[in-house]
């Protein structure tokens, strides 16, 4: 028969009541703290979770003494661009120091975004038309302009002039009004340099006019564009600056185009490079989702304003119901552009396999720390193949930001392009087009506003 082992029992229960004993001790002992210091603790965790979430370094810049990252170069051993224009730069060889109240990418792009510190000037308005009917605003900033502080009834650039002229590529949905295009046309106003945004089609404030809109890999605009300023002002050396989206299109249309673009020189910023990267990227982690979200409400913006012709060439209520850029690009990029699926478009409009072909100098600025645009798309191979181009990667910066000084009103590769641009404005490193018969299919209305 069975006969229960009490003595083990009995040392079981002990055991677990030694073991009840002990929790009750510990309770009793952290009920003894103040919960003041529960509170501390919490918040000290919360903090350094934000920290890290939103990838500070602002201790990371304290440690070094603020002396910032340096700028890391890649270029190809024997690069001309490099030995005969980026080797003069001091700006492209020194150090980056983000603004300490902005040492995180999240709040330098953010910042960026919502307020800025643009300097405040007026644009003159010219309309251009091409052949299709669709219209693109070209807005000027010239070196007068800034000078006299004010604009003149009818000023004009004379067919003379000899003024290097810089043509401006926005991002996706921003134009010459946003921030960080102002930044950069008055800073090269200012150095004596005229300026003229190409704003995309149905931005800065114009309409739809043609059933053709803009997209990530469009060239033709650019290239129409700086056709007819190259035969407007054929005396001007002529230099084109692309950001993100919009440096995208640039290198997409200098390799098309090779050694036939009027393009003395280019800077491309924060360029998304690989499309399906990118696509890839911004859905990976909360972060760069929320920006997806934040992007897709711009275009989902963009198109209500030109919703009679989006509802007519795209899906509508797919649109309105868009909850990633992908989704938009389905339902509408697809649709009006004629790609057969998303992945599809951003083969075609990814800027990287042209590389290769770029035949005049061109600097690529890069953050690593870009939420938008993630550094691993970027053709680290192909620059350094090509003897024309020099990348400029940088530790720190953001989206389009890289602000610097205590009270942020600089952006740093607004002062980096301006001096490469000088650098090789002086040098004879500028690239100068083969001939090329220039076909008048354009029209122009001057509005001065």
Known sequence: MFSPNFSQMDWSISWDESYLNAYKEVFRALCLIPILHYVIAFMVIWVVFLYNFLEFHFFQDFFSGFRGAPVALTFHPTSHIYHGVVSKCKILHGRYLATPWLSSPHFQTTFLNFFGNPPAFSYRRQLFHASDGGTIALDWLTSSDISRGAFEVNHTISKEDTTPLVVVIPGLTSDSTSS???????????????????????????????????????????????????????????????????????????????????????????????????????????????????????????????????????????????????DFDNFATCLVGKFETVDTYYRR???????????????????????????????????????????????????L?????????????????????????????????????HQSNHRLIRVLM
């Open 349 to 399: 409009s990814t800027s990287t396999p042209y590389v290769l072909n770029v035949s005049v100098p061109l600097l690529c600025i890069s953050a690593l720390d870009d939420p938008v645009c993630t550094r691993e798309a970027i053709p680290w191979d192909e620059c350094r193949a090509n003897k024309n181009i020099v990348l400029a990667t940088i530790k720190h910066g953001g989206h």
């Open 180 to 326: 960080y295009i102002k930044h950069l046309a008055f800073g090269l106003a200012k150095h004596g340099w005229n300026v003229v945004v190409s704003n995309h089609r149905g931005l800065g404030g114009v309409s739809i006019t043609s059933d053709c809109f803009y997209n990530a890999g469009w060239t033709e605009d650019a290239r129409v564009v700086i056709d007819y300023l190259h035969h407007q002002y054929p005396k001007a050396p002529l230099f084109a600056i692309g950001t993100s989206i919009g440096a995208n299109i640039l290198v997409k249309y200098l390799g098309e185009d090779r050694e036939k673009v009027p393009v003395a020189g280019a800077v491309a910023i924060c360029s998304p490079w690989d499309l399906l990267i990118g696509d890839r990227f911004i859905c990976r982690r909360l972060l760069q989702k929320l920006y997806d979200r934040a992007l897709t409400i711009g275009l989902q913006g963009y198109a209500k304003l030109h919703e009679p012709r989006y509802s007519l060439l795209a899906n509508w209520e797919g649109i309105r119901k868009s909850r990633s850029i992908r």
């Open 401 to 437: 930001a890289f602000f610097e000084g205590i009270t942020g009103s600089r952006l740093w590769w607004v002062r980096a392009t301006d001096e490469f641009l000088g650098v090789l404005h002086s040098s004879s490193h500028m690239h100068k087009k083969k001939s090329r018969r």
